[in-house]
């Protein structure tokens, strides 16, 4: 191990190296955030997450430096990467093209400075200083490039300081962003403070700054005026480079071929299975526009280790992708969840009863507080909550004691629901719920717009086929409406059938079903609605963990629909039978007896396991015992992600995300996107979901699990009211009384 490397990694912090003359040597720490093009260099993240440290090694790639200095820099990540038990996950960088989790560990930003080691630092001089001009890029994940001194480096689309050696000047382009010229304002001060230890003014160039400034400006950068600054550039070229679409996913076999060759094989596309991955040998998944994964299988032999990521990279070129394209190796089973996601379904034997999510153990205590699974192992754990729990086990405001209000969309509008018939849902409409309930001595609101998943099976009924999409628009707008009405106060949360949170099945006390088809015209009883089938034969699937979360769901009778993973209910013109399947959890047992008595009142249930099954019970089905399905396994874990959302000039909208994101990232005149795994939140998302639970919170009024995403919170973050926060005027009054106290 290189003697750079002993004793770290075993904190969490942040370690910087850089290359020179092709070994390792610490970086300064007031240096964090600097990098020189010339120059290479390897940072160390480590992250205390329970009580496990976790790694992230990243080789970062400047784009004037050699390709020895390149191999040099992976060489010694490799050696890193070992010293830390072959864990950590590793991340190609490269200069203008880093990771979102690499920006993360710089709040203010990276600067980039051209030359390399020979350069030094830069140091003020009077007798010889360098001016230096910097562009500033980006919304959020700012970036201050050093380009060469001259107008015709500027456009009026960015931001651009020029650091002199008593003046660090901040031009601000006509067409640049608000949150462009705070970020540049802020670059510069960092500048002053920290190159000139406080002894430069800083001196802001807008539409109000006088002809002198401008006039001073352009004679230290060596000529021209504004007339001569290029327009913006046409594209959007701060996120160009993240908008190319999305390709098609792939995964490679990385074999050793013998003679010191390696071979590289095509295993498959879409969908992905876990097992597809072979401890024996090493894959390269390729994401298209995304970039490659490396994976190491902890079988695999010395050679196909060590050349599988230099395989990675000479395959990209073969391919025509940008020397940037991202890199990533890990290792079997320490895969992160951004690799995860690409896989269709995924098992991870853990001892993890939150699936992989960032809910407190006092979170999931109180959103179970009735499931002992001390005795399951960690995949039974896993499977029964996935499955059976509800979604965001984690948003549980109170114990769903308070108060419900159930409104059918009808015509466009609402129309309440009879208490009578609360917890009966129809898969042909759309519903609106308020509930509430009291909390800390006020009233306190949550408004669900249930709407049905537009890939589940529903029958005709008199009113089609489905909830339409001008229904599902329109319980969005209810819920608005109500929320305003509300004076805003209320947290609003979209639902998917199948998809429903936890809280919202406590609601219903395990007296929840959900019917195919739409509401007849007044609901009397159970049998009083349009589905109700003919021949009077109806199958209903339950799940639940208890009494409290239990519900049914009904589907076509047929024997397909069945899994011996779960419990059914048949009901026939003769007889109404629970139904076992053979892996059917005892939690499951136990509650359907509350369902059959629910959907089938009038009957005894006769209860049957998988294979005891009487011959009627099979004519009712019109099938054989070889026709039922088959339960999946869970879907994989996924990371958690903040995203900040934006409107671009050309009216596109964009989305920026922000890894190893903390509660200052929240910007309050913005709106920000936390997807923690169960909401999808565009397009191009490469995981596997389709409907999702979507939880919109307000500032001032953020809900427990909300809090529980970030590493820390603190609820006076935001007690200023956001017309009372510093702005744009304020920052440049804050900076013109620092120069006048010079």
Known sequence: MDPAFEGVGQEAKLWIWRIEDFEVKPYAENQYGKFYEGDCYIVLKTTLKGDQLIHDVHFWLGKESSQDEWGTAAIKAVELDDSLGGKPVQHREVQGHESALFLSYFKKGIQYLKGGVASGFRHVDPDDYEPALFQVKG????????????????????????????????????????????????????????????????????????????????????????DDVADAPAADDDVSHERNEQKEVTLYKVSDGGDDSVEIEEVGGRPLTQDMLKSEDCFILDTGASGFFVWIGRESTKAEKESAVNKATKYMEQKGLPVWTKVERIVEDAEPAVFKQYFERWVDDDEQVGLGKVYTQEQIAESLP???????????????????????????????SGAVEIYRIEEMELAPVAEEAHGM????????????????????????????????????????NESSQDEKAASALQAVKMDDELGGKAVQVRISQGEEP?????????????????????????HDHDTYDADGTRMFHVRGTCEADTRAVQVPEQAAYLSPDDVFVLETPGATYIWNGQQACEEEKSVSASIAALVSPDAEPQVINQGEEPE???????????????????????????????????????????????????????????????????????????????????????????????????????????SERPKYDDVKSMIAQFNASM
């Not at 001595?441 to 529903?458: C, D, L, P």
């Not at 939140?681 to 909300?706: C, H, L, M, Y």
């Open 370 to 400: 009735n499931l002992d699974l001390s005795a399951r192992s960690p995949e039974e754990r896993r499977h029964l909550v996935k499955k059976s729990a509800g979604s965001a086990i984690g948003f549980m405001p109170d114990d769903a």
């Open 616 to 722: 009627e019970f099979w004519s009712a089905l019109d099938a054989s015992p070889d026709q039922m399905g088959s339960h999946q396994p869970s879907s994989p874990v996924r990371g958690k992600k903040l995203i900040h959302c934006s409107i671009n000039k050309s009216g596109n909208f964009i989305v920026d995300e922000l890894d190893g994101f903390e509660q200052d990232d929240l910007n309050d005149d913005d709106v920000m996107l936390v997807d923690t795994g169960d909401e999808k939140f565009v397009e191009t998302d490469p995981s596997p979901r389709k409907d999702a639970t979507v939880i919109q919170v307000k500032e001032g009024n953020e809900p427990a699990s909300f809090k529980a995403l970030f590493p820390s919170w603190n609820d006076s973050l935001f007690e200023v009211p956001a």
């Open 139 to 226: 919304r959020r994940n700012v970036r201050v490039t050093q380009v060469e001194m001259g107008v015709g480096s500027m456009n009026k689309g960015d931001c651009f300081i020029l650091d002199t050696v008593d003046t660090v000047y901040v031009w601000t382009g006509p067409d640049s962003r608000r949150t462009e010229r705070l970020k540049a304002i802020q670059s510069a001060t960092e500048m002053r403070d920290n190159d000139h230890a406080g002894g430069a003014k800083v001196l802001i160039l807008d539409e109000f700054a006088d002809g002198g400034e401008f006039e001073a400006f352009f004679e230290a950068l060596g000529g021209g005026s504004n």
């Open 502 to 526: 936890r809280h919202f099945l406590m609601l219903f006390k395990g007296k929840m079903i959900v019917f195919m088809g739409g509401h007849a015209s007044g609901f009397k009883n159970v």
């Open 425 to 464: 849902f129809f898969g042909g409409d759309s519903y609106v719920i308020k509930y509430t309930y009291e909390k800390e001595g006020r009233e306190q609101y949550i408004i669900y717009f249930w709407q049905v998943h537009t890939g589940r099976v529903v029958v005709r009924s008199s009113r089609g």
